[in-house]
């Protein structure tokens, strides 16, 4: 692979999370050379998503990889000042792995079984899986990918089609073509409703596989915030897809409850008393514009936020939403910290929808692949599969030089920007370090936490009992393209305290249920079919590297892609100090194929098609969508109080 | 943005049709993908040998039987040549165009290879044609028709066409039956349309970050 490869970069770039995709795609778009390289088969590194039985060799992998001893880092060249330093593919990046399974296991025995008679077993609601089961069958037989699909049957009818046709009538939508429309969902999550009796086995779990998309990193965009703006100034947003959180939920006593998002919300919700519902307003409007009443938080600037909502009166139930649901920040963050976070969830309020976040389509992952093509049609290069055994140095200098590939030659560079989990372990601390890990746990269920009409996209924020820290929650289903129809994706995240699962268990405990008929409520709960537990690992970089070798952490710990963008915005501004940062590219339709000088081309185009001056036009583009909630949310203005 | 106007669908250029597909291409490298898409596009052929660069996406309208079809038609990003296409790029197409080199018979022999992501990725209903590439080096042949028109019938690729964009041979031929038979296959329904309508594109460009907030 690496003989194809030009020996001269001006950037290589190693591991394809995030930031560095980012990074990647703006380096790009002004005319650097950049080469790019993950040493697995998918993008993403930790931020990746994947189908069922993907996700179970990740973990099996995972399981299986022992760090490696710890070797000194670095390599002298004879007769050269050049040494070398040797990367790693044994840094542990997730740790306290756990797998539970509370289906049926027993059907994979009888596999074979099951794709001849098993059909005629199946009653009219589970007709829609074994369509899915056949469809999944499809993909993994070599050949004819579309032959049995009951959708391309009037193309070619083959007397096998023979059960497809039968479930015409009852078959979802969903299940056979990503593009259907939001009425057809409704209709079958009626189906799917009505549908009492059916359990899902494992071997359906992993018959379904396909249709899964299951995040490592689920993080939600705020409509306002710097990626979404970013997306949108780099026109990576034709490349993604989203869906709008419907519903923010969290604990008032034991119960789950919708967190009023809206001024009609707040008015309308029976969770607060009419003297609290104007005490909120009254808050969150200041929090609109608090910078403009410095007066009024100066004194508790970096005191805990929480005691600076004491200091406004406020009820114990709204110092928690307004702590846990809107600024959704930890108790201990400082009063200025806590009115930004509060102030940028408001602003992000009514521009897509009900809620401030968005939801990519088929999972966060597909924001770092979305800027490596971007990346890619300003020409970088990616290698996936490639593992990277040395950086060389230059000890003269003190600078890295270039890269030596697996098949040892020497790709030369200006500018390294490494995930610091391709480090040698000697240069790594030896424990994780907390405030950059998270524990993570994630939940197949047969049941919605929150059950409702509509297809939903649930964000919760649940403190842990002792309020000491935040656990948020993501529940995601098929029309977000993250698993089948019937079945719900729960994500929780934390930071880390020890280890996942002791991290995570009181809310599990709380939401689902794990075992049949549990307890007088047991059935109202979720059951969980599957589960995994895990911690996804950042360590500190304990040695000075040299300077034009930049690092960047696997994973981000926030939930919010503010510090990912600042990352990449910093990487870019060290590389290129007076450049701007992912000019709008032009239009595809302008872009030229240049043969000569392709480098040249990017530059140019970048030149011509310059946002800024835009900031302050008045045209509004969004008005569109914005229109359809005037009536909820952007008719709350201050001054209406 | 796609809105839906008055009669039909208005793009975000003003332009109206009635519907619109997303075509993808796939296919080894060098076998003359861009070349194909910018013949297509432009009517144009550049001699000179270069990897991708800069190729995104390219809209052209055609005309079929009353209706104006709108082609939304995407390039590898020369993300093909360590086989490092995203995932994203299979998601969301209605129609793939696998193009191979019939000089080159490798690049007719990895087909089953891209077939193989295209069944990973691509959705259930994607329409596959496969496009030979430079006829006009017929000479060189390494790669018989027959034998294409063969694998073809075995893998549920609905037809096979040869091209050439030096000689400009074959190539809206091409574009054309991958058209007709996305139009004949989704009828009167727009597949892009008829997705989700609670699902969100972003603004291609944000022409205000003034306008009001939520409280």
Redesign the interface.
């Known amino acids: ?1 690496a003989d ?1 490869l030009p020996t001269e970069f001006d950037v290589i770039v190693i591991g394809t999370g995030l930031s560095e995709a980012i990074t990647a795609a703006a380096l790009t778009r002004i005319g650097k050379k950049v080469l790019h390289v993950d040493k697995n088969d998918y ?1 993403g590194g930790q931020w990746a998503a994947f189908t069922f039985d993907k996700l179970l060799a990740w973990i099996e992998k995972a399981r299986n990889l022992k760090s490696g001893e710890k070797l000194p880092p670095y390599i002298q060249d004879t007769d050269t000042n050049q040494k070398r330093l040797l990367l790693s593919n044994d840094v542990l990046t997730t740790l306290n792995l756990e797998v539970e399974c509370y289906c049926d296991k027993a059907p994979e025995i009888m596999k074979d079984d099951r794709s001849t008679d098993g059909d005629e077993i199946y009653n009219i609601e589970e007709i829609e899986m074994a369509q899915s089961q056949r ?1 999944a069958d499809n ?1 993994e037989s070599s ?5 049995q ?1 009951p ?2 049957e ?2 070619e009818k083959t007397p096998n089609q023979h059960d497809a046709d039968k479930s015409e009538n009852s078959k979802s939508p969903q299940l ?7 009425a057809d ?1 409704v209709g079958s999550n009626q189906a799917i409703r009505d549908r009492t009796a059916k359990e899902f086995t494992y071997q359906d779990l992993k018959d379904l596989w ?1 249709r899964f998309s299951i995040d490592l990193l689920p993080k939600l965009l705020l409509c ?1 915030g710097p990626l ?2 970013l ?3 780099s ?1 990576v ?8 959180v419907t519903k923010i939920l969290t604990y008032r006593g034991n119960r789950l409850v919708q967190v009023p ?3 009609s919300e707040v008015f309308s919700t029976n969770l607060m008393s009419m003297l609290e519902k104007r005490m909120l ?1 009254k808050f ?2 200041f ?2 514009e608090y910078e403009k009443h410095e007066d009024k938080f100066k004194e508790y600037e970096q005191r805990p936020f929480s005691d600076y909502l004491k200091s406004w009166r406020l009820s114990e139930d709204l110092q928690h939403f307004i702590i846990h649901c809107i600024a959704m920040v930890e108790k201990n963050v400082t009063t200025i910290e806590g009115l930004a976070a509060a102030q940028c969830f ?5 521009r ?2 009900e809620t ?1 976040f ?1 939801w990519p ?2 999972g966060v992952a ?1 924001l770092p ?2 800027f ?2 971007l990346c ?4 970088g ?4 599969r490639m593992t990277v055994p040395s950086l060389i140095i230059d000890e003269t200098s003190n600078r890295c030089t270039g890269i030596i590939t697996d098949e040892g030659q020497k790709i030369s560079c200006s500018n390294v920007i490494i995930d610091s989990s391709y480090l040698p372990s000697a240069l790594l601390s030896d424990e994780p370090d907390k405030e950059k890990s998270i524990s993570r746990a994630i939940f197949i269920t047969n049941k919605s936490i929150y059950p409702t009409e509509t ?1 939903e996209v649930i964000l919760f924020s649940l403190p842990s009992s002792d309020l000491s820290y935040l656990i948020r929650g993501l529940e995601i289903s098929a ?1 977000s393209m993250a698993c089948p129809e019937g079945l719900y994706i729960v994500h929780l995240t934390c930071l880390m305290k020890s280890n996942a699962k002791d991290d995570l268990q009181e809310v599990t405990d709380s939401l689902f249920n794990f075992e049949e008929n549990s307890g007088k409520d047991g059935n109202k709960k979720p059951k969980v079919l599957w589960c995994t537990y895990f911690n996804q690992i950042g360590y500190n970089v304990k040695e000075r590297l040299p300077s034009n070798i930049l690092t960047v952490d696997p994973i981000d710990s926030e939930m919010s892609f503010k510090s990912i963008v600042a990352k990449a915005e910093n990487m870019y501004h060290n590389i290129c100090p007076n450049e701007e940062f992912i000019p ?1 590219p032009p239009d ?2 302008d ?6 000088s ?1 480098q040249k ?2 530059k140019e ?1 970048g030149e011509n098609a310059g946002f800024s001056g ?13 229109d359809e909630n005037t009536s909820t ?2 008719s ?3 001054n209406e109080m | 943005m796609i ?1 839906e106007g008055n009669s039909g669908l208005i793009d975000d250029l003003g332009e109206d049709y009635d519907m619109l597909l997303k075509v993808m291409i796939v296919g080894d490298a060098g076998v003359g993908k ?1 070349a194909l898409l ?1 013949r297509f596009k432009s009517n144009a052929y ?1 001699e ?3 990897s ?8 052209k309208t055609i005309h079929s039987g009353g209706k104006k079809i709108k082609l939304q038609i995407w390039d590898t ?3 093909e ?4 296409i ?4 299979f ?2 197409a209605n129609g793939i165009i696998i193009a191979f080199d019939i000089t080159r018979k490798e690049s007719f022999l990895n087909v089953p290879l891209w ?1 193989e992501d ?3 990725y691509a ?4 329409v596959l044609l496969l496009v030979g590439t430079k006829t006009d080096l017929d000479d060189l042949r390494s790669v018989e028709l027959s034998d294409v028109r063969a694998f073809a019938a ?3 690729i ?1 037809d096979v066409i040869e091209t050439s964009a030096k000689t400009d041979c074959n190539v809206e031929d091409a574009f054309y039956k991958m058209a007709f038979e996305l139009k004949r ?1 989704h009828g009167d329904n727009n ?2 349309i ?22």
Do not use: W
């Open positions: 692979m194809d993008y469809d993909d050949e004819s990918p579309q032959s699909d959708s391309s009037d193309v056979q073509a990503p593009s259907s429309g939001v969902q396909r306002r979404v703006e997306l949108i100034k026109k947003a034709r490349y993604v897809e989203f869906k709008c998002c809206s001024r307003m969150l409007s929090c609109i408001l602003q992000s309020l009514g897509f929808g401030p968005l389509l088929y597909e692949q979305a490596c093509r890619a049609v300003f020409g290069i990616y290698c996936l297809d029309g709008s595809p339709e872009i030229i194929i240049d043969d000569t392709p081309n990017g185009t835009c900031e302050e036009n008045e045209e509004i583009r969004m008005e569109d969508n914005e949310t952007s709350l203005k201050p | 809105k861009t910018h550049n000179k040998y270069s991708t660069v800069g190729v995104d996406f390219f809209f990003a020369g993300q040549r360590f086989r490092t995203t995932q994203s790029y998601r969301s077939l295209i069944k990973k959705g259930k209903n994607v075995h893998h549920n609905f296959i597949p892009t008829n997705r989700s309508q609670s699902n969100i594109l972003l603004p291609s460009e944000e022409k205000s970050k003034s306008s009001c907030c939520g409280i």
